[in-house]
T-cell receptor
Framework: DAMVIQNPRYQVTQFGKPVTLSCSQT?????MYWYQQKSSQAPKLLFH???????NEADTPDNFQSRRPNTSFCFLDIRSPGLGDAAMYLCATPRTGPAGGYTFGSGTRLTVV | SQELEQSPQSLIVQEGKNLTINCTSS?????LYWYKQKYGEGLIFLMM?????EEKSHEKITAKLDEKKQQSSLHITASQPSHAGIYLC???????????FGTGTSLTVIP
């Protein structure tokens, strides 16, 4: 079963200071997802990769960028974090096997001060 | 745009009571997933439904898929405080590998 590892678990950044969140997965799956989850809300898809093909959701702000240097790793870059970007950021990849579904990392909780 | 609507938005039940959470899609469902999230924590995969009429159970949680109605229901029998959390349905949107979540249902179980 795929494992999705997110680092760090908690991140504090200053208003306007670029920050990078990282995600790795152990199964070398070709699809990876990034979600933003604000307090008391459902996770919102920001973008996903199919191999190196980057697919941005239409309403994802330009402030959010992503890099996928290889199959295992995917980074979320927030160029100029605002107070409204404070949230839990979740990374996911499809599960293998008959059970299906998606495996999520434990998330990175971003605080902007 | 919100393509997956859950109801109710929040639920408070007495321990031991049964409850049902619904998830309705505005588009054709190719796969419907249920997740649970403890407050402030990551997501726990509960089950996946793919075929119309399919029903799956895990411990005291049962989920069904009504493909024609583009709807799924999650039923918890004899609820316990350990069932408390946020329940999220999610679905494949085959148009481009996207996986979206429903609006979420917050469950509180009072001992």
């Amino acid at each position: 079963d795929a494992m999705v590892i997110q680092n760090p678990r908690y991140q504090v950044t200053q208003f306007g200071k670029p920050v990078t969140l990282s995600c790795s997965q152990t199964l070398n799956h070709n699809v990876m997802y990034w979600y933003q989850q604000k307090s008391s809300q459902a996770p919102k898809l920001l973008f996903h990769y199919y191999d190196k093909d980057f697919n941005n959701e239409a309403d994802t702000p330009d402030n959010f960028q992503s890099r996928r240097p290889n199959t295992s790793f995917c980074f979320l870059d927030i160029r100029s974090p605002g107070l409204g970007d404070a949230a839990m950021y979740l990374c996911a990849t499809p599960r293998t096997g008959p059970a299906g579904g998606y495996t999520f990392g434990s998330g990175t909780r971003l605080t902007v001060v | 745009s919100q393509e997956l609507e859950q109801s109710p938005q929040s639920l408070i039940v007495q321990e031991g009571k049964n409850l049902t959470i619904n998830c309705t899609s505005s588009k054709t469902l190719y796969g419907l997933y249920w997740y649970k999230q403890k407050y402030g924590e990551g997501l726990i995969f509960l089950m996946m439904l793919q075929k119309g009429g399919e029903e799956k159970s895990h411990e005291k949680i049962t989920a069904k898929l009504d493909e024609k109605k583009q709807q799924s229901s999650l039923h918890i029998t004899a609820s316990q405080p350990s069932h408390a959390g946020i329940y999220l349905c999610g679905a494949d949107m085959r148009t481009g590998n996207q996986f979206y979540f429903g609006t979420g249902t917050s469950l509180t179980v009072i001992p």
